[in-house]
């Protein structure tokens, strides 16, 4: 499967199916297809996974399947980049709910669980996250540009929550509360920071789209500040309930 990540803050990636190769995306990511490609819902992995993904992570209930010979096309909903990735030998990635774009057939998508409370109610993403796993190709989109870091063994960096994409199951995760009451109410940072320990690679975005409503916010009717002590509470809540 040959494929093709092109334009610059708005992507697409085409990928070239020969006749024996199987696609599938979320609905709705399709840009354009060949005459000959057919796509079809299905409900990959059955009914408990169709469920899983409908009642724990908003999405629907099928994903979309492509077939034949030819080329589709697939974009994200928002501007960013793709990530391509090739899975195998028994690599997992975690990554935040929506990122996935689409993926070759052999690659399984399920939901997954954060392990520690502080992580599900302060990490930036919820409850739920996406796991990864199988062999082939798999495609994720995320907000603005992203980069892509190789954490050593021990090697840790700690991130805005919301702004880590993707991380491989071999990354420890872990959310920490910023120290100082000074810097919580001040310095417009948020309550707690992501903590990654390597070895693994990790995918970091340079924006949210909560950062980007915020940035937008000032400029529409009826805008509020979220500085000093209700700055605080509306970060409290943001990051208890997942944000993008």
């Not at 199916?17 to 990959?44: H, Q, W």
């Not at 996935?100 to 520690?116: H, R």
């Not at 990864?132 to 840790?156: P, Q, R, V, Y």
Request: glycine residues 14%; aromatic residues 10%; contains cysteine.
């Amino acid at each position: 499967m040959r494929y093709e990540i092109f334009g610059d803050n708005l992507q697409m990636v085409n990928v070239e199916m020969d006749g024996n190769d199987k696609l599938f995306g979320e609905a709705g990511v399709m840009v354009y297809m060949s005459n000959d490609i057919k796509m079809e819902p299905v409900a990959r992995g059955g009914l408990l996974k169709g469920m899983g993904r409908k009642v724990f992570m908003g999405e629907t209930f099928f994903l979309t399947e492509f077939t034949g010979k030819g080329n589709v096309s697939f974009a994200g909903n928002v501007p960013g980049k793709i990530i391509a990735i090739e899975m195998g030998d028994g690599k997992d990635i975690l990554a935040q709910r929506d990122a996935f774009l689409c993926a070759s057939d052999g690659v399984d998508l399920s939901v997954a669980f954060q392990k520690k409370l502080s992580s599900a109610f302060f990490g930036g993403e919820g409850w739920i996250i996406e796991k990864i796993s199988g062999e082939g190709m798999c495609f994720l989109h995320a907000c603005g540009d992203i980069k892509e870091m190789e954490l050593k063994a021990g090697e840790t960096i700690r991130v805005d929550t919301g702004s880590v994409v993707a991380w491989e199951g071999s990354v420890n995760y872990s959310v920490n509360r910023v120290k100082g009451v000074k810097t919580i109410l001040f310095s417009g940072e948020g309550l707690f920071l992501t903590t990654l320990t390597g070895p693994g690679k990790v995918w970091i975005q340079s924006m949210t789209l909560h950062n980007l409503a915020s940035a937008l916010s000032p400029y529409s009717s009826g805008s509020s500040s979220t500085s000093g002590a209700g700055g605080v509470l509306s970060t409290l809540a943001r990051e208890s309930f997942g944000r993008r």
